[in-house]
């Protein structure tokens, strides 16, 4: 199967790639994830010692130091991120099924006015889909900062706009809203996805 092309974010971004994979069943999603990221940063991908904090997040070791991975897989895809130079990179995907309890999965795990803003959508369709962009973008913030889904999703809030989803409120843990940069991505039919991004901390 071929593969799609590399990725970036636009050119005013942070410098961060990321890369849209099919998943090879037979293969773990940290290997193929290597082996990509051993592509791109130009070394054996036997060379490239990857670890896990202590909430399992992977990290990257000397001499790579300076750069931040992190990688998501739902259905037959995996989704792949690589920041360079400092900062904090996460990345969530999707795959879009129908999601019929989206509205009482929001009131138990959004905050209350991002569950507002989906139950006044009046087409299921759209407020399944809205709902997961939102949660791939809760996602994506999360697994930059490290503590994944057991931080909480209420401990930060989006709002919807023009430009598309925006933080605007976050537990301090998560630093200031405004650092951190979101791109939501489409990067296969019938996927969904967000990549977050925010540059080291004092």
Request: glycine share 8%; charged share 25%.
């Amino acid at each position: 199967m071929t593969e799609h092309p590399t990725e970036s974010t636009p050119a005013a971004a942070p410098p961060v790639r990321w890369h849209w994979l099919p998943r090879r069943g037979e293969v773990a999603a940290e290997a193929q994830a290597r082996d990509w990221l051993a592509g791109q940063l130009q070394v054996p991908a036997e060379q490239l010692q990857l670890r896990r904090d202590t909430w399992r997040r992977p990290r990257i070791e000397a001499p790579f130091e300076r750069h931040d991975v992190n990688w998501s897989h739902s259905g037959q895809g995996l989704l792949v991120a690589l920041a360079e130079g400092g900062g904090r990179v996460g990345v969530d995907l999707e795959w879009e099924r129908p999601r019929p309890r989206a509205l009482e999965l929001a009131k138990r795990y959004f905050t209350a006015l991002e569950h507002a803003w989906l139950a006044a959508m009046a087409d299921p369709l759209a407020r399944e889909q809205a709902f997961l962009r939102l949660w791939c973008a809760k996602e994506a913030v999360l697994k930059a900062h490290g503590r994944g889904l057991a931080f909480g999703l209420d401990r930060l809030a989006f709002v919807d706009g023009p430009a598309g989803l925006r933080l605007v409120e976050c537990d301090p843990a998560l630093g200031h809203p405004d650092a951190w940069t979101l791109q939501a991505l489409q990067p296969a039919p019938g996927y969904l996805g967000a990549l977050a991004w925010r540059p080291d901390g004092p």
